[in-house]
C-alpha cells in the first residue's frame, strides 16, 4: 500500500513540475517578439565573423524590446515570405531593412518611417555602365520580391534590359557582379554603400537612383495593440539619444528619422 502511495505521489510531483514548466514557456513565449530578418543585409541585421547576428537593426531592436519589457528573438527567413511569415504568427515582426510600400500597407501594420533609402544600380568599378540608358542590352541581377524589383519595373529601362535574374538575397547578386554573370545589380543604398567601405575601389553607383524610400517596422495586420506599444518605444528611443547611439555606431552620423 505504501508502495502505490508512494507511486501516486511521484506521479503527481512530476506531473505537477510538468505543468509548471508547461506554463513556464508559455509564458517565455508570451513575453518574446519573433523577429523575421534576412540575414545577409549589411549593416542591417547579418551575420559577423563570429556567425552572430549584428547590425543596426538588431541594436535598434533589442533596445526596444528593452523599453517595452520583452525578450527578442531573430528569426531568419526566407525574405520571399515575409508576409506569410508574419500572417501566419510565425513571427512577429518584420524588421530588417524592410521597405514602405503602398502594396505593402495592404498586407501590414507599418511603424512610422525610421530611415531613409534608395534603390540604386551597382556595378563594377571598371565597368562602362555609367548611367541608367547604359543597361540597354545588359544583364542586371537583383533580390527576389524586393522593393529593388518593384523599382525597377516603374523605371522605363526596365524594358530595354536584355534580361532580369533575381536572386535569394543580394549577397549572391553582388558575387555574380563580381564572376560577370549580370552587368549590375539594383540594390539599397544602406547595403551597398557598407560593402563600398568594406571593399575599396571594386564597386562603382550610378548617379540616378531609382527610387527613394523609407524604412519601418511590420507588424501583423489586426495587432494595433503591439503596433502602438512599439512606436511608444521607438519614439522614447529618439527623444532619449539611444536610436541616435545606435545609427552613429553603424553609420558614423545620426540617420534615424524624428
Do not use: H
Not at 502511495?5 to 517578439?33: H, P, Q, R, Y
Not at 495586420?221 to 528611443?237: C, F, I, R, S, T
Request: net charge neutral.
Amino acid at each position: 500500500m505504501k508502495r502505490i502511495a508512494t507511486i501516486i505521489l511521484t506521479m503527481a510531483a512530476v506531473f505537477s513540475l510538468l505543468i509548471g514548466c508547461s506554463k513556464s514557456e508559455e509564458k517565455e513565449k508570451d513575453n518574446t517578439l519573433v523577429i523575421g530578418i534576412d540575414d545577409k543585409f549589411a549593416p542591417m541585421g547579418f551575420r559577423d565573423e563570429n556567425n552572430e547576428i549584428v547590425g543596426f537593426d538588431i541594436d535598434y531592436a533589442k533596445a526596444a524590446a528593452e523599453k517595452m519589457g520583452v525578450k527578442v528573438k531573430f528569426q531568419p527567413i526566407d525574405w520571399k515570405t515575409k508576409e506569410s511569415e508574419l500572417s501566419s504568427g510565425r513571427i512577429d515582426l518584420i524588421w530588417n531593412g524592410y521597405t514602405i510600400t503602398e502594396e505593402r500597407k495592404k498586407k501590414v501594420l507599418f511603424t512610422k518611417p525610421y530611415m531613409k533609402n534608395a534603390q540604386v544600380v551597382v556595378t563594377l568599378a571598371n565597368s562602362n555602365i555609367n548611367k541608367l540608358d547604359d543597361l540597354e542590352g545588359k544583364v542586371v541581377g537583383l533580390q527576389s520580391l524586393s522593393s529593388a524589383a518593384d523599382a525597377l519595373n516603374k523605371n522605363p529601362i526596365k524594358s530595354k534590359i536584355k534580361t532580369v535574374t533575381e536572386y535569394a538575397d543580394n549577397v549572391l547578386a553582388l558575387k555574380d557582379l563580381k564572376l560577370g554573370r549580370v552587368d549590375a545589380v539594383v540594390i539599397d543604398e544602406v547595403l551597398i554603400k557598407y560593402y563600398m567601405s568594406k571593399e575599396k575601389n571594386t564597386y562603382k553607383l550610378l548617379d540616378e537612383s531609382l527610387a527613394q524610400e523609407e524604412y519601418g517596422i511590420g507588424v501583423r495586420k489586426g495587432n494595433e495593440e503591439l503596433l502602438k506599444k512599439l512606436q511608444k518605444a521607438l519614439d522614447e528611443l529618439n527623444e532619449d539619444g539611444t536610436a541616435a547611439e545606435i545609427s552613429k555606431k553603424w553609420f558614423g552620423e545620426d540617420k534615424v528619422l524624428k
